[in-house]
């Protein structure tokens, strides 16, 4: 099971950073995804890191959001900066062992799962 956390409320323009631990688990090991899911709508990617570090962003994303690992504390973090009311969503962390590169923006493909944590973005 993945722990994420940092979510809350932010004005339009902010900052927030989540983090993602894995309890028992050693991240280096595995692809870690964040995805995000608005009310009405589908979960959605966001991004993903690779076991080497390469990392990979949606296109609403990119340039504003980072994803990061700490392989000492084992934990993954998104770094959200300039945050749009659209990026409203409760956003969740994902990992495998095994997902090969043509379906790392699919969810379907991780097995493990953290709760999830709301970002909510004013305007």
């Known amino acids: 099971q993945l722990q994420a956390s940092g979510g809350g409320l932010v004005q339009a323009g902010g900052s927030l950073r989540l983090s993602c631990a894995a309890p028992?688990?050693?991240?280096?090991?595995?692809?870690v995804g964040w995805f995000r899911q608005a009310p009405g709508k589908e979960r959605e990617f966001v991004a993903a890191?690779?076991?080497?570090?390469?990392?990979y962003y949606a296109d609403s994303v990119k340039g504003r959001f980072t994803i990061s690992r700490d392989n000492a504390k084992n934990t993954v973090y998104l770094q959200m900066n300039s945050l749009k009311p659209e990026d409203t969503a409760v956003y969740s962390c994902?990992?495998?062992?095994?997902?090969?590169?043509?379906?790392?923006?699919?969810?379907?493909?991780?097995?493990?799962w953290g709760q999830g944590t709301q970002v909510t973005v004013s305007s």
């Open positions: 994902a990992a495998d062992q095994s997902i090969i590169l043509t379906s790392i923006t699919s969810p379907q493909y991780y097995d493990y």
């Open positions: 028992g688990r050693t991240f280096s090991n595995y692809v």
């Open positions: 890191m690779r076991r080497s570090g390469a990392t």
